[in-house]
């Protein structure tokens, strides 16, 4: 027989295992331009499309493969960006935390 203290127990492991699955479901995501910290970075897949009047400092030659917390090749179509935990970006994309590689 299943006792209340038994259930009460359980019950906040399991929500503790949900969130940590959706966490790690979402590590090797790649990013969407929707996200509300895509959204707030002004993150884009591809650097043509930078709001330039939203984003000033944004300049020419500027994008994910380029800058500093891009991990994978700069030849890499896709990489894992720090500032996003980690999860993929699009090397051709851009955000508002670009840094020139140095
Ligand atoms: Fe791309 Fe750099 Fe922004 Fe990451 S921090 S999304 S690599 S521009």
Redesign the pocket.
Known sequence: MTTRRAILHWVPAAGVALVAGRAQAQAGKA?DEKEPQAVS?G?VTDAARVDKTKFPKFAAG???AA????TAAATAAT?P????GGRP?AGP???????KKA
């Not at 800058?67 to 891009?70: A, H, I, M």
């Not at 994309?93 to 840094?99: D, K, P």
């Open positions: 990013v970075l993150y500027q994008h994910c800058c500093q917390f891009y990489g960006c720090t500032i996003f970006v994309g851009w955000c508002s935390a670009f840094v």
